[in-house]
């Protein structure tokens, strides 16, 4: 966890524990315990709707890293992906390696120890499975690099390999380097690409409850 990271944020009173509600500017959030996430894997993985999932989980990073940048006032790249980075450590999100990071392109990460993974039957699962950090990253990403951006995880823990490997990136590089029919093969991410491109152009906290309304119905749609 980034220690430094966290009294820093509660000394200058950005992040706030109080009346009930954890608060980091106008973001409000809750602890839940990992295995939350490892059920909601297993249960859209057995619906074949993981796709869903990713999309749920770009809207919360995506909204997350937005509010985190405006409370922090943070203006370059490098400080939204250090303080991204970071804030994900914080939040229990595994520990986090950066391999490349290219602003504007793309980022390579491993996590050392993933935490979804301890409560996931692993024995299930014939591809990477960590679709909740993938759509998080991406989500958040898109701000790192100032485009709408996917993430794919290449390498999995749960399928034998000895790390977490991922790349957020646009689709431009994804489709250079031969990864973006895997995204869309992986996530369909046609279906909802307009949505985020509208997302990262217009999205306030004052017209977040339509885009909340946006994503219900998406999800909610049977293919």
């Not at 939204?80 to 793309?106: C, F, H, I």
Request: proline share 2%; net charge negative.
């Amino acid at each position: 966890m980034k220690k430094t990271f966290l009294f820093k944020l509660l000394a200058t009173k950005k992040l706030v524990f109080e009346d009930g509600k954890i608060s980091l500017g106008v973001t409000d959030y809750n602890l839940l315990p990992t295995i939350f996430i490892s059920s909601l894997t297993e249960y859209f993985h057995s619906r074949d709707e993981l796709d869903k999932l990713y999309l749920i989980s770009w809207f919360w990073g995506f909204d997350c890293v937005k509010y985190a940048n405006q409370t922090l006032g943070l203006e370059s790249t490098e400080e939204v992906y250090k303080v991204g980075m970071d804030l994900a450590a914080s939040m229990g999100m595994g520990v986090y390696d950066t391999n490349n990071y290219y602003p504007g392109r793309y980022t390579k990460f491993k996590i050392k120890e993933n935490p979804y993974l301890r409560h996931l039957k692993v024995e299930k699962f014939d591809k990477p499975v960590d679709v909740f950090t993938s759509g998080a990253m991406a989500g958040g990403g898109s701000l790192v690099h100032d485009k709408v951006c996917q993430n794919i995880e290449t390498k999995c823990k749960a399928t034998g390999s000895s790390d977490c490997e991922f790349i957020t990136a646009t689709r431009e590089e994804l489709e250079e380097r031969e990864l973006w029919e895997k995204v869309e093969e992986r996530y369909s991410v046609s279906d909802f690409v307009e949505f985020q491109e509208d997302m990262f152009e217009n999205y306030t906290k004052q017209n977040s409850e339509k885009f909340v309304e946006r994503l219900i119905e998406l999800i909610n749609y049977e293919k």
